[in-house]
């Protein structure tokens, strides 16, 4: 997965490639572990898979996102500067 840019301000576009098809779920934690977001994605074929989210309403400070795929979660960090 591949968050750009990280550091950002308002938008941030995640990219991952799918090696099967499968249902995505999105998750945005803050530093406490509390669930900010979340975003079921829906169901996406195999290959590129690319989402701009708007999240210009939330503080600066460090974030973390977590996308499920069927039962494989990848977590990254995510900082957010105003």
Same mark, same amino acid.
């Given at each position: ?11 941030? /576009? ?5 090696? !099967?098809? =499968? ?8 530093? /406490? =572990?509390? +669930? +900010? @977001?979340?975003?079921?994605? =829906?169901?996406? /074929?195999?290959?590129? @898979? +690319?989402?701009?989210?708007?999240? &210009?309403?939330? &503080?600066? =400070?460090?974030? @973390?996102? !977590?996308? %499920? ?11 957010? %500067?105003?």
């Amino acid at each position: 997965m591949s968050l750009s840019p990280n550091p950002f301000e308002d938008e941030l /576009t995640i990219r991952m490639d799918l090696m !099967q098809p =499968g249902n995505l779920e999105l998750s945005l934690l803050d530093i /406490t =572990g509390r +669930v +900010v @977001f979340h975003f079921n994605l =829906g169901y996406h /074929t195999e290959g590129e @898979f +690319v989402k701009s989210l708007s999240l &210009a309403e939330l &503080a600066s =400070g460090m974030y @973390f996102i !977590q996308i %499920k795929h069927n039962e494989k979660i990848i977590t990254e960090e995510l900082r957010i %500067k105003k």
